[in-house]
Structures are given as structure tokens and as C-alpha cells.
């Protein structure tokens, strides 16, 4: 294990077995009580970290360190499984994990009302809306109370109202859990308002060409995204966003 | 409320009316054909629609003989559509877990589904005699197909993002399999039984025409109403044979209603 990091990239290179070179020498670092950002342009690579984050991929060189027994992942969609209630599909991993039942029903039953769904419980995910989906998605993950989360762009398919309630109940959920949290996006609103630290990736084959320390604090008020400060460093990472765009 | 009750009404008559009109036309082209188009010396041909419901259905002893042939049928039907689930599902769970197993399969499955039936009925009598046996096997060879298609398709239907989710937390063969692939599979499971159904039912009217020693099935009876020129009875016999399709249809299709509909809204419902 890095000093306090709870996830490390030393090096990382990627290249797949159709020869497509996904990443170039990828490193950074996210320790306890941090949420980092990644942001980059599409196909850049942004998911192949997380997923070798995950243990999903192998690279091809380099070091990851991570502890994978109880990490965080919350996916693109929310792949909830269809034939199983809200309640049922939150207890999937703790399930999987082989959680005792007493206990098990605990978490879940913590873990919606920290996402607000109580009420949804015996609901199928076909009666969900798209936020509230990954709200469910969100609590199944948070049984495990990970120490590491990623997050690979999960509210990309949601409207921006609802969009902008589940960064702030993403954040909510942050400084009560205070994990390391790795999160992927493509909106660089949605990475300066959530996190304490923004990487920005270049073009495939991705690294990483800056980092920006964000320098509010929490709890965040919704009302930051109207700060001149914001907007000053926004401009700043999109910025380096193009610079990277090859 | 009232409104309400006459939209409803109104709803119900759409969905029914139609059907009942059409019946009542064709009715009465039956009527037609049997005292218009036919004279007297051929009316056996297609006799009017109130003297098969007489002879056939209101006559209890052409009807117990004709229910016991029926019953008959319906068992070996399902005794066939049994075994094709169990070895149907099996294989394609097999099929399933092994890349290897589907490409060796395969061609298999799909040329038992080519086999015409015509063509190996001496065989099915050589091998099995000429009782129920040969009969079940028919319908086993004719609805087993499907069951494999579909439970594959299902089985293969879960999405990635669930795949990685179960990967992520170290799950085994076994748990993937029944907690992601089994219930994913269900509803194009159920499409799979509905078709199977109905053919395994085909299965067993066609298997009495061949295997006519043992219990008397409705396919054996068609026949001998046919030989008898007793156009009553055949054509009431066609109308039950047809009931029993459209039930096992119907029972499947409630039952899949039952066991997925609440979550399942892509399905065929």
C-alpha cells in the first residue's frame, strides 16, 4: 500500500490486443477523504482507468494499487437487475458478499434512506425514473461502504436538473462517508463542483496533462456554481482540456 | 363515473366486437357451403355448424370418446414438452457456460429441428414400438428446438455492465448464473415455451396418425372419423384439437404473465 493513498496509478500503459494504445503512462493518486476527478475528452481512455482501477482490465504496464475487496463502483447506467425490487437490488452486493441476512437488511435499509428512497423499496426498477435509478445503483454500491468509490459517468444519462440534485447528494454522501472517491466525466461543471482535485486527460492515447487543486470548501452550496471563482477555474481546466485535444 | 363506465364499455366492445362479427360471418358462410353449395347426397362433406355441435358435442358418447382421445393426446404433449424443457434448458445452459459446447451443439439442434417427421417414423417404430413412447418422442423432437434458441438468447441477454458488476465482486460460475443469467433469461425463456407448447401439441396429434397401438389419442380418432365418413364428429374433433392449442398457449401466456410481468415490460405480453 502507497503511504495514505488509497488508489495509485504508477505508470500505468494500456495498449489492446487490436493494438489501439488506450493509455500512456497514467499516474496519480487519491487518498482517504479525497475526490478527484478525472476529465478528458470522449474515448480518451477515462473508463480503461477506472476499469483497471477495478480489476475489470489488466494493464499492460505499470502498478495499481488498490484494495479490490470492497471497492466502490457505480457504472455508466444502473444496471439494477430488472426482476428485483429497489430493496432487492440494493442488497445484491451484500448478498454477493455473503452479508448475514440481519445484517444485510440493516445496510439496506440505511443505505436508501441515505439516497432518499424510502417509500421505493418494493418498486421494480421499471417504475423508476432515470435518476432515481441511480439513486438505487448508488445505495447498492454504499452497503459495501466502500473505502474506495469510482464512479464511471454515472449521471451522463440524466437531465441537468437531475443531474445537478445527484451531484449534491453525491457530495452529501461524501462528506458523511469521506472515501476516495475517483470519479470519470466529461462536464467540467460536474468535476469542479464535486471534487477537491481535477486531472485532466489528453486525447487518446490518454495522460495526464494538468491537475487543479479545487480550493472550496464542504459542505458545497449549490449556489457555488454562480461563484466568479467557479467560473474562473472552470475556464482554467477547460482550458487545459483543449490544449490536451490533439 | 358514469362516462367512465361507458368508455370502458365502449373499450371492451372494440376489443370483442370485431371478433365475434367475423365468427358470425364465417359461421354463416359454413351455413352456406352446407345447404347452398352442397346438395343432399354430399352435405357429409362439411356438415352444418348446429349438427356437429349435435352428434359432436351434445352426443355424450361421441363426446366421452372423443374427450378421452383428447386426454389422451394432452398427456403425451406434455409428457413431451417436459423432457424437452429439461433437456432443452440444460443444454442451453450448457451451451451457455462454454463457447466450446455451443459451437458442437448447434448443428446438432438445428438439424433435429430439419428432421421431417415423415421421414423417420419407420425408425420411431422400429426402435420404440408403436404405443405412447415413439409418440412423445415426436413431440420432444419437434418442440425442443425452440426451448434451446430462446433459453441460449436469454441466457445471453444480460448486459455487460451486470456482468462486470458480478465480476467486480468475485462471483462464481454458479452465482452469476442464478442470481444474473437464469432470471434474465426468463421472458425469452417463456416466448420459447409458448411456441413449444403448441408444437408439442402438434407433436401428438401428428404421433397418432403413425403409433396407433395403446391408448386411443384425437389424432387416431380424426383418422377413423375420417375412414367412417362421420363428418360430424371429425370436424367437432378439429374444433377440440384446436382448443387445446389455443389453451396451452393461453396457460403459458398467463403463466409468463404471472412470473414476469411486473418487471418485465419488453416481453411480449
Same mark, same amino acid.
Given at each position: 500500500?502507497?503511504?495514505?493513498? +488509497?488508489?495509485?496509478?504508477? =505508470?500505468?500503459?494500456?495498449?489492446?490486443?487490436?493494438?489501439?494504445?488506450?493509455?500512456?503512462?497514467?499516474?496519480?493518486?487519491?487518498?482517504?477523504?479525497?475526490?478527484?476527478?478525472?476529465? #478528458?475528452?470522449?474515448?480518451?481512455?477515462?473508463?480503461?482507468?477506472?476499469?483497471?482501477? $477495478? %480489476?475489470?482490465?489488466?494493464?499492460?504496464?505499470?502498478?495499481?494499487?488498490?484494495?479490490? !475487496?470492497?471497492?466502490?463502483?457505480?457504472?455508466?447506467? +444502473?444496471?439494477?437487475?430488472?426482476?428485483?425490487?429497489?430493496?432487492?437490488?440494493?442488497?445484491?452486493?451484500?448478498?454477493?458478499?455473503?452479508?448475514?441476512?440481519? !445484517?444485510?437488511?440493516?445496510?439496506?435499509?440505511?443505505?436508501?434512506?441515505?439516497?432518499?428512497? !424510502?417509500?421505493?423499496?418494493?418498486?421494480?426498477?421499471?417504475?423508476?425514473?432515470? %435518476?432515481?435509478?441511480?439513486?438505487?445503483?448508488?445505495?447498492?454500491?454504499?452497503?459495501?461502504?466502500?473505502?474506495?468509490?469510482?464512479?464511471?459517468?454515472?449521471?451522463?444519462?440524466?437531465?441537468?436538473?437531475?443531474?445537478?440534485?445527484?451531484?449534491?447528494?453525491?457530495?452529501?454522501?461524501?462528506?458523511? !462517508?469521506?472515501?476516495?472517491?475517483?470519479?470519470?466525466? =466529461?462536464?467540467?461543471?460536474?468535476?469542479?463542483?464535486?471534487?477537491?482535485?481535477?486531472?485532466?486527460?489528453?486525447?487518446?492515447?490518454?495522460?495526464?496533462?494538468?491537475?487543479?487543486?479545487?480550493?472550496?470548501?464542504?459542505?458545497?452550496?449549490?449556489?457555488?456554481?454562480?461563484?466568479?471563482?467557479? $467560473?474562473?477555474?472552470? #475556464?482554467?481546466?477547460? =482550458?487545459?482540456?483543449?490544449?490536451? =485535444?490533439? | 363515473?358514469?362516462?367512465? *363506465?361507458?368508455?370502458?364499455?365502449?373499450?371492451?366492445?372494440? /376489443?370483442?366486437?370485431?371478433?365475434?362479427?367475423?365468427?358470425?360471418?364465417?359461421?354463416?358462410?359454413?351455413?352456406?357451403?352446407?345447404?347452398?353449395?352442397?346438395?343432399?347426397? *354430399?352435405?357429409?362433406?362439411?356438415?352444418?355448424?348446429?349438427?356437429?355441435?349435435?352428434?359432436?358435442?351434445?352426443?355424450?358418447?361421441?363426446?366421452?370418446?372423443?374427450?378421452?382421445?383428447?386426454?389422451?393426446?394432452?398427456?403425451?404433449?406434455?409428457?413431451?414438452?417436459?423432457?424437452?424443457?429439461?433437456?432443452?434448458?440444460?443444454?442451453?445452459?450448457?451451451?451457455?457456460?462454454?463457447?466450446?459446447?455451443?459451437?458442437?451443439?448447434?448443428?446438432?439442434?438445428?438439424?433435429?429441428?430439419?428432421?421431417?417427421?415423415?421421414?423417420?417414423?419407420?425408425?420411431?417404430?422400429?426402435?420404440?414400438?408403436?404405443?405412447?413412447?415413439?409418440?412423445?418422442?415426436?413431440?420432444?423432437?419437434?418442440?425442443?428446438?425452440?426451448?434451446?434458441?430462446?433459453?441460449?438468447?436469454?441466457?445471453?441477454?444480460?448486459?455487460?455492465?451486470?456482468?462486470?458488476?458480478?465480476?467486480?465482486?468475485?462471483?462464481? *460460475?454458479?452465482?452469476?448464473?442464478?442470481?444474473?443469467?437464469?432470471?434474465?433469461?426468463?421472458?425469452?425463456?417463456?416466448?420459447?415455451? /409458448?411456441?413449444?407448447?403448441?408444437?408439442?401439441?402438434?407433436?401428438?396429434?401428428?404421433?397418432?396418425?403413425?403409433?396407433?397401438?395403446?391408448?386411443?389419442?384425437?389424432?387416431?380418432?380424426?383418422? *377413423?372419423?375420417?375412414?367412417?365418413?362421420?363428418?360430424?364428429?371429425?370436424?367437432?374433433?378439429?374444433?377440440?384439437?384446436?382448443?387445446?392449442?389455443?389453451?396451452?398457449?393461453?396457460?403459458?401466456?398467463?403463466?409468463?404473465?404471472?412470473?414476469?410481468?411486473?418487471?418485465?415490460?419488453?416481453?411480449?405480453?
Amino acid at each position: 500500500m502507497a503511504a495514505d493513498g +488509497a488508489l495509485s496509478f504508477r =505508470h500505468i500503459s494500456m495498449t489492446f490486443p487490436d493494438g489501439t494504445r488506450a493509455l500512456d503512462d497514467v499516474t496519480f493518486e487519491v487518498s482517504k477523504g479525497e475526490f478527484v476527478t478525472l476529465v #478528458g475528452p470522449s474515448g480518451c481512455g477515462k473508463s480503461t482507468v477506472l476499469r483497471i482501477a $477495478a %480489476g475489470l482490465l489488466s494493464q499492460t504496464s505499470g502498478k495499481v494499487e488498490v484494495d479490490r !475487496e470492497r471497492l466502490g463502483y457505480v457504472f455508466q447506467d +444502473a444496471t439494477l437487475l430488472p426482476w428485483r425490487t429497489v430493496a432487492q437490488n440494493v442488497a445484491l452486493l451484500a448478498e454477493l458478499h455473503s452479508v448475514p441476512a440481519v !445484517e444485510r437488511r440493516r445496510l439496506v435499509a440505511e443505505a436508501i434512506d441515505l439516497v432518499g428512497l !424510502e417509500g421505493f423499496e418494493n418498486h421494480y426498477p421499471n417504475a423508476l425514473s432515470g %435518476g432515481m435509478r441511480m439513486r438505487a445503483s448508488l445505495a447498492r454500491t454504499l452497503t459495501l461502504k466502500p473505502p474506495v468509490f469510482l464512479f464511471d459517468e454515472p449521471f451522463g444519462a440524466v437531465d441537468e436538473i437531475t443531474r445537478a440534485r445527484l451531484n449534491e447528494e453525491t457530495l452529501a454522501l461524501f462528506a458523511q !462517508e469521506r472515501f476516495a472517491g475517483l470519479f470519470i466525466t =466529461h462536464s467540467i461543471a460536474e468535476a469542479v463542483f464535486l471534487s477537491t482535485r481535477v486531472l485532466v486527460m489528453s486525447s487518446r492515447p490518454g495522460t495526464i496533462v494538468d491537475s487543479f487543486d479545487v480550493p472550496f470548501s464542504y459542505p458545497r452550496s449549490p449556489e457555488l456554481r454562480f461563484d466568479p471563482a467557479f $467560473a474562473e477555474l472552470s #475556464g482554467r481546466v477547460s =482550458h487545459a482540456l483543449m490544449a490536451g =485535444h490533439r | 363515473m358514469s362516462a367512465q *363506465r361507458a368508455g370502458l364499455a365502449g373499450s371492451v366492445a372494440r /376489443r370483442v366486437l370485431p371478433p365475434v362479427a367475423l365468427g358470425v360471418l364465417l359461421v354463416g358462410v359454413w351455413y352456406f357451403v352446407s345447404y347452398v353449395v352442397l346438395d343432399e347426397a *354430399r352435405r357429409f362433406l362439411l356438415e352444418p355448424p348446429h349438427e356437429v355441435v349435435a352428434v359432436g358435442f351434445l352426443d355424450a358418447g361421441n363426446f366421452n370418446e372423443m374427450m378421452a382421445g383428447l386426454w389422451s393426446s394432452a398427456k403425451v404433449a406434455l409428457l413431451g414438452l417436459v423432457i424437452s424443457i429439461v433437456i432443452g434448458v440444460a443444454l442451453a445452459v450448457a451451451m451457455s457456460q462454454s463457447k466450446l459446447v455451443e459451437r458442437a451443439v448447434f448443428p446438432y439442434a438445428v438439424t433435429v429441428q430439419a428432421i421431417p417427421i415423415l421421414a423417420i417414423v419407420p425408425l420411431l417404430g422400429f426402435w420404440f414400438g408403436y404405443r405412447t413412447m415413439p409418440r412423445v418422442v415426436i413431440c420432444v423432437i419437434i418442440s425442443i428446438f425452440p426451448i434451446i434458441v430462446n433459453t441460449l438468447f436469454g441466457l445471453q441477454s444480460a448486459q455487460r455492465g451486470m456482468h462486470d458488476l458480478f465480476t467486480l465482486h468475485g462471483s462464481s *460460475r454458479w452465482v452469476r448464473l442464478r442470481k444474473l443469467m437464469f432470471p434474465a433469461s426468463l421472458p425469452a425463456l417463456f416466448t420459447g415455451l /409458448r411456441i413449444a407448447a403448441g408444437l408439442s401439441v402438434i407433436g401428438a396429434i401428428v404421433g397418432d396418425f403413425f403409433f396407433a397401438r395403446g391408448e386411443i389419442g384425437i389424432g387416431q380418432l380424426l383418422l *377413423r372419423y375420417a375412414n367412417r365418413l362421420q363428418g360430424e364428429q371429425l370436424l367437432a374433433s378439429i374444433i377440440v384439437s384446436s382448443a387445446l392449442g389455443v389453451a396451452v398457449f393461453l396457460a403459458f401466456g398467463w403463466l409468463q404473465q404471472r412470473i414476469t410481468g411486473p418487471w418485465d415490460d419488453t416481453g411480449a405480453g
